[in-house]
């Protein structure tokens, strides 16, 4: 059995998990999902970015919803592109429209490239992330990204749709240093995630010990990625903290040090 969770930094320490998907379909309902705000509360998390992409087009409305009933959550709005197979140019535009109905969407995303599980044809994902990149672009707003397997691709494209203008999170990175250098040197940020935790998560630490201060955040990408000790458990944005403890101990600093940059980072990103 894990232990239970506890507060990992000190009352008064800023602490901001960037990505967690505080969906109904991974929390059963709106009252489920409302529980697992208070908890995070609970243990000092002070904000939370919804993340608007992951369970099909209609994530990005429960997203908005969350965040309309919670001031501490903000939302983002996109298509994974696990879901791209999905997209039409319409689709797009009901999305963006969600913005009118609420102040607090921040971001487009998550989107991106994902060659791994290849979900969607690999054609298909590369236009919806255009697209929305060029949303993003119109509309003056930063996006997160998704890339795995993606070999360069995800960056290169970022590159031709001057992406880096208006800001770009890479969230849950798993790529390695050089790759994190070169989005760090475009002005990127890069999103550890609770892997850092991990046994196998050595390339991670690496990542963790060597992004710079001023590009760094941290994530629970929850439901997913539990951070040890809780492993077998659902991941919940409750357990941010340990991502935090976990860099500040690669780092050689303390875990509010972290919390507070990377919140500071969160809110100059995401403007909250
Ligand atoms: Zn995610």
Known sequence: MSPEPTRMVAAGTPLIDSHCHLDARAWEDDAGVDAVV????ALGVTHMVAIGSG???????????????????????????????????????????????????????????D?????????????????????????????????????????????EERAFDTGVLFHCYTGDVAYMQAITDRGGFISIPGIVTFKTGETMREVAARTPMERLMIETDSPFLTPVPFRGRK????????????????RGVTAEAIATTAAENTRRFFRF
């Open 38 to 41: 208070a908890r995070a509360h």
């Open 55 to 113: 369970y099909g087009f209609e994530s990005a409305n429960r997203a908005c919803s969350v965040a309309g009933r919670h001031a501490a959550v903000v939302a983002s709005v996109g298509l994974h592109p696990h879901d791209a197979a999905e997209f039409t140019d319409e689709r797009l535009a009901d999305m963006l429209a969600l913005r009118g109905g609420i102040a607090n969407v921040v971001a487009l995303g998550e989107m991106g490239l």
């Open 115 to 159: 060659f791994h599980y290849d979900y969607s044809p690999r054609e298909v994902q590369r236009a919806a992330f255009r697209a929305q990149l060029a949303a993003a672009k119109e509309l003056n707003l930063p996006v997160i990204i998704h890339d795995r397997d993606s070999s360069g691709e995800t960056l290169t494209i970022l590159d």
């Open 235 to 250: 991941n919940e944005p409750a357990f941010v903290g340990y991502v935090a403890a976990k860099v500040a101990e690669v």
